[in-house]
């Protein structure tokens, strides 16, 4: 089982998850907020085409995450998974699209790929992030979630790896020249996890798989890289366990053992 990142932030995102059984390989793309044209040269820079991929899943219908699926998952005629709320946010982009839905608690199998989708605390029509499997190994994904529940935290126990949001420095934050509606709005209980929150997220789960851990979504304003991985590395210890996923360039694949 392996994971890549297209780009992760607030101009696009989209993951791609894959999985084999030896004789079969397949691949999902988790969200798209890219234009048709920019997803696949993201894709080739990965060594996917866009036929290779089975499925879009998606968490939400912010443009950041939904820009770009229903344009592309219509070039290439893939079918699109997402929760009864998202969709209906979304219904006026959907036509000549193959639809799938699921919510909290569903197990969806793609080929090789088993997700289960989990409810999280986000300023959308029922937002819904992702934990993926082949069976062996699993793969939590958590970003776009203004504070952790337990819920999230039963979700995302004994993760092999994990990829988690640090959108925001509390302080750089709250100094920034961002209008007070917005401040209230990326720090409220709805909005995104800093990287404080994202570190208390990481400390209450069963780490004692933990391979990779991610920082994710983070802001070109209000973040840097070496803020997160401070913030991480104060949990887990081990930097070499830490990687940040960029807007521009993602990250390469990365094999869960």
Known sequence: MKFASLGSGSEGNALLLSAGSGTTQSFVMLDCGFTVRETERRLAKRGVVPEQLSAIVVTHEHHDHVGGVFKFARRHRIPVWMSCGTHRAVADRCEDVE?????DG???EI???CLRPYTVPHDANEPIQYVAT???RKLGVLTDAGHGTAHMIAALDGCDALLLECNHDVHM????????FLKQRIAGDYGHLSNTAAAEILASLDRSRLQQVIAAHLSSTNNTPALAHAALNAVVGQSALIEIAGQQEGFNWIEIA
């Open 99 to 103: 639809l799938h839905f699921c919510g």
């Open 106 to 108: 569903d197990v969806v």
């Open 111 to 113: 080929g090789d790929l």
């Open 134 to 136: 082949d069976g062996a």
């Open 173 to 180: 934050l709250q100094t920034s020249a961002y209008p007070s």
